[in-house]
């Protein structure tokens, strides 16, 4: 059974304070990891696909990378209107296709 | 604008009232999904369809029911709601291929008393 475990579980971040955000994944055979971003009340929104190991996306402040284990979403001196829920997901291959499993996101609170 | 629309956004109910949610997109996507979202326990599958007349069961099938007989609509029914279901409901969409990310709606927040 494909798991998908995030981590931290919450951050707090200063405004301009980088960081990262983990997420890791043991699949029987990868075909995309995706990043969503949740606001509160809100569905998830999407933000990158990546498909192989090493490859790397960015947008504004936010850049994901991918390795055979785990994903990073790095956010370079955030805002605080890049606070939200992370989440991220990866297609099922054994069962289905139009199957996503969720890890339970990353709480990220910017201050200023 | 390329949009999920679910409705209502909000329902408080009763146990055993039949309830539907509706579900509608205008990308033309083949798959739709519904998922619910519950506190510590992430979003999980109820239900996708891979195209009209063809649904299967994701992870949490119990007490939901669904079809698919229109491309764009994909509405989920509750027989007979339980308390149990009350949850943050998301619709998503998405085009051929498990590689396609899926667009979700804004959700709907049943509550069943």
């Known amino acids: 059974e494909d798991q998908v475990t995030q981590s931290p579980e919450a951050l707090r971040l200063q405004e301009g304070e980088s960081s990262s955000l983990n997420c890791s994944y043991t699949v029987s055979g990868l075909r995309g990891l995706f990043w969503y971003r949740q606001d509160p009340g809100k569905g998830p929104e999407f933000l990158f696909t990546l498909y192989s190991a090493g490859e790397e996306k960015e947008k504004e402040r936010l850049k994901a990378t991918l390795t055979k284990k785990e994903s990073f979403l790095h956010i370079t001196a955030p805002k605080p209107e890049d606070s939200a829920t992370y989440l991220c997901a990866v297609p099922d291959l054994l069962t289905s296709y139009g199957k996503l499993t969720f890890g339970q996101g990353t709480i990220l609170t910017v201050h200023p | 604008e390329a949009q999920v629309t679910q409705n209502p956004r909000y329902l408080i109910t009763v146990t055993g009232k039949k309830l539907t949610v509706t579900c509608s997109q205008n990308?033309?996507?083949?798959?739709m999904s519904w998922y619910r979202q519950d506190p510590g326990l992430g979003l999980r599958q109820i239900y996708y369809s891979m195209n009209v007349e063809v649904t299967d069961k994701g992870d949490v099938p119990e007490g939901y029911k669904v079809s698919r007989k229109e491309k764009r609509n994909f509405p989920l029914i509750l027989e007979s709601p339980s308390p149990n279901q009350t949850s943050l409901y998301f619709c998503?969409?998405?085009?051929?291929?498990?590689?396609?990310?899926?667009?979700f709606g804004d959700g709907t927040r049943l509550s069943i008393l």
């Open positions: 998503a969409s998405s085009s051929t291929g498990s590689d396609q990310p899926q667009h």
């Open positions: 990308m033309n996507h083949e798959y």
